[in-house]
T-cell receptor, first 116, second 110 residues
Framework: EPEVTQTPSHQVTQMGQEVILRCVPISNHLYFYWYRQILGQKVEFLVSFYNNEISEKSEIFDDQFSVERPDGSNFTLKIRSTKLEDSAMYFC??????????????FGPGTRLTVL | GQQLNQSPQSMFIQEGEDVSMNCTSSSIFNTWLWYKQDPGEGPVLLIALYKAGELTSNGRLTAQFGITRKDSFLNISASIPSDVGIYFCAGQLYWGKLQFGAGTQVVVTP
């Protein structure tokens, strides 16, 4: 069964450093998302991406964050200058073009980001 | 923004018992989804509901999309040890972002 993959599984970085989290969505999916989950809290929406542009973003997704689909398969989340409070699990999700039974978002296993 | 409340926060049950949890929202959703998350893993989709009043089963799991479109429940029948985990509801308006509940931690004892 096709699945969303994410790399790395765990990233440790120093405060102020840039990080890039990578995702390979399910191959025929057209909508892509990033969510994050701070330890012990609920999953929070960051950004959605369709047709090579951001379609929606949350308040969390400030100027320090950016997303890119550099080629036909990868979807990346960049944090330019990490802060301690960016430590969280980051989940990528993807969705097919919305028709009945196919507009469900499927999640990757996540990248645990630890900012020291 | 929409407020989404999930209850209970945690449940400690014996193997074989049924489990029930629910989510309520301050406003309507078009889609309700139920996910399970194991430690260190991403959410795994259990059931998706697309129509008000819809009742859907997936094995021992049954979920319903409330008629008001502001609530949903999930039942797990005859629980087994591998049902342990955190269960999240998520609401979706049209085809946009998912809004998650705070989760229900389920612990199953033999």
């Amino acid at each position: 069964e096709p699945e969303v993959t994410q790399t790395p599984s765990h990233q440790v970085t120093q405060m102020g450093q840039e990080v890039i989290l990578r995702c390979v969505p399910i191959s025929n999916h057209l909508y892509f998302y990033w969510y994050r989950q701070i330890l012990g809290q609920k999953v929070e929406f960051l950004v959605s991406f369709y047709n090579n542009e951001i379609s929606e973003k949350s308040e969390i997704f400030d100027d320090q964050f950016s997303v890119e689909r550099p080629d036909g398969s990868n979807f990346t989340l960049k944090i330019r200058s990490t802060k301690l409070e960016d430590s969280a699990m980051y989940f990528c999700a993807s969705r097919a073009l919305g028709t009945s039974g196919t507009d469900t978002q499927y999640f990757g296993p996540g990248t645990r980001l630890t900012v020291l | 923004g929409q407020q989404l409340n999930q209850s209970p926060q945690s449940m400690f049950i014996q193997e074989g018992e049924d489990v029930s949890m629910n989510c309520t929202s301050s406003s309507i959703f078009n889609t309700w989804l139920w996910y399970k998350q194991d430690p260190g893993e991403g959410p795994v989709l259990l059931i998706a509901l697309y129509k008000a009043g819809e009742l859907t089963s997936n094995g021992r799991l049954t979920a319903q999309f409330g008629i008001t479109r502001k609530d949903s429940f999930l039942n797990i029948s005859a629980s087994i040890p591998s049902d342990v985990g955190i269960y999240f509801c998520a609401g979706q308006l049209y085809w946009g972002k998912l809004q998650f509940g705070a989760g229900t931690q389920v612990v199953v004892t033999p």
